[in-house]
């Protein structure tokens, strides 16, 4: 019997240390068959709207506002727009500095653009459907994590 308990107890404990390097092997990534961690995005809605006879953008979902100022942050992070034309005129979204823009929007249409920079910028975004009006800007920030601001301010 003294035999069967060491054997039992010998069995548990390489259980439990298999056990472990199974799970030490699969968090290191090496048996996923995609990356677990997805790139950051950021996603902002903006409404085109007539408020007292004047186009505005009206946030709508991420900033709120009137023709909302945004921030974005350097780097591979997404910032997704999506544009909705909730006004009676066609109107389209163009950004300066990236040269992106929407399709033109009729009434109830909507499009999504995405702008990525790599550096800190300062970006407009117009209603360019009849000629070019500037409506806000994006500005574009290098954040740096807590624990590196921290290390440099000692």
Same mark, same amino acid.
């Given at each position: 019997?003294?035999?069967?308990?060491? +054997?039992?107890? +010998?069995?548990?404990?390489?259980?439990?240390?298999?056990?472990?390097?199974?799970?030490?092997?699969?968090? @290191?990534?090496?048996?996923?068959?995609?990356?677990?961690?997805?790139?950051?995005?950021?996603?902002?809605?903006?409404? +085109? /709207?007539?408020?007292?006879?004047?186009?505005?953008?009206?946030?709508?979902?991420?900033?709120?506002?009137?023709?909302?100022?945004?921030? @974005?942050?350097?780097?591979?992070?997404?910032?997704?727009?999506?544009?909705?034309?909730?006004?009676?005129?066609? &109107?389209?979204?163009?950004?300066?500095?990236?040269?992106?823009?929407?399709?033109?929007?009729?009434?109830?249409?909507?499009?999504?653009?995405?702008? /990525?920079?790599?550096?800190?910028?300062?970006?407009?975004?117009?209603?360019?459907?009849?000629?070019?009006?500037? $409506?806000?800007?994006?500005?574009?920030? &290098?954040?740096?994590?807590?624990? /590196? $601001?921290?290390?440099?301010?000692?």
């Amino acid at each position: 019997m003294n035999g069967d308990k060491k +054997f039992l107890i +010998f069995g548990l404990v390489g259980g439990f240390v298999a056990l472990a390097a199974i799970f030490g092997y699969a968090s @290191m990534g090496y048996v996923r068959p995609f990356n677990i961690f997805w790139p950051e995005e950021v996603r902002q809605t903006l409404e +085109f /709207r007539n408020v007292g006879g004047e186009t505005v953008v009206v946030g709508t979902v991420g900033n709120a506002g009137t023709n909302p100022d945004l921030i @974005m942050r350097t780097g591979d992070f997404s910032y997704i727009i999506t544009v909705k034309n909730k006004d009676t005129i066609p &109107h389209q979204l163009y950004v300066d500095g990236v040269d992106i823009k929407t399709k033109l929007l009729l009434p109830e249409e909507e499009d999504k653009i995405i702008i /990525r920079s790599k550096n800190d910028a300062m970006f407009n975004y117009y209603d360019i459907s009849d000629g070019k009006k500037f $409506l806000g800007t994006i500005q574009v920030v &290098h954040v740096i994590p807590i624990d /590196r $601001l921290e290390a440099n301010n000692k």
